[in-house]
């Protein structure tokens, strides 16, 4: 059964359509990442599906149900996280009292936020920095820290905001072997990622959007050697 059902998603900005027709589904229990260049689309396309934006026309299904324009707090509750690009924890905090903050929050049910805590820094390799402060962190961690706290919150489906920029090749591989354990863990990832190497590394499925359309859908292999995704995106053939 698919998780996600983006159906002809549009949104329009008084004269700017930055989102048009765009419509996917999405497997549970996969990795399906967007891609284009800046600008495409990909951060509207994410508000839409997290509730941030009300779309102006289209629909979006999450598990069976009709979310499209639900209030952020609504889609959390029905099992959407959201993993933001730039992280912002609690610095005074320690990184395991910042996972255990949204782990008393998220997706409907019955919960046991200290075990959801430890679970979610385990996942995210960070156990060895659990007491320490959030402030004190790298960005590698830092960006490890987000997903933890964004898993936390017993999602369904995470979306996770491009969790590789700005970090080196090392920080980049460790943190795709976080997301192939979140995956394990039965959360299936929606990313946005421009490091082509993580995609294609971590990838099920690959969507490209690029001035607001889609314009690829496939295997990353597919996806990457089409020529009218290497026109718009790549300029040449990803390795």
Aim: glycine share 8%; with cysteine.
């Amino acid at each position: 059964m698919t998780l996600l059902t983006i159906d002809s998603l549009t949104k329009q900005f008084k004269g700017l359509r930055a989102i048009e027709e765009v419509s996917f589904t999405v497997e549970p229990q996969s990795i399906t990442s967007i891609v284009g260049p800046n600008g495409a689309g990909k951060s509207t396309l994410f508000n839409m599906i997290s509730g941030y934006l009300k779309p102006t026309a289209g629909k979006i299904l999450f598990d069976g149900r009709d979310i499209t324009g639900s209030a952020p707090y609504r889609v959390c509750r029905q099992g959407i996280a959201r993993a933001f690009q730039i992280s912002k924890p609690f610095p005074e905090l320690s990184v395991r009292e910042n996972v255990l903050v949204a782990a008393s929050f998220g997706r409907l049910g019955v919960r046991d936020p200290m075990a959801t805590t430890t679970q979610a820094i385990d996942i995210c390799h960070l156990t060895p920095w659990a007491n320490q402060p959030a402030g004190s962190l790298s960005i590698g961690n830092l960006r490890r820290l987000e997903l933890a706290r964004a898993i936390a919150a017993r999602p369904i489906l995470l979306l996770a905001d491009e969790p590789c920029a700005g970090l080196n090749e090392k920080e980049t591989r460790e943190l795709t072997d976080v997301l192939s354990k979140i995956r394990e863990a039965e959360v299936t990832v929606l990313l946005v990622e421009h490091d082509i190497k993580a995609v294609r590394r971590v990838s099920d499925r690959v969507i490209v959007i690029e001035a607001g359309r889609k314009i690829a859908d496939g295997a990353a292999a597919d996806v990457f050697a089409d020529q009218t995704v290497i026109d718009a995106y790549l300029g040449t053939t990803a390795s």
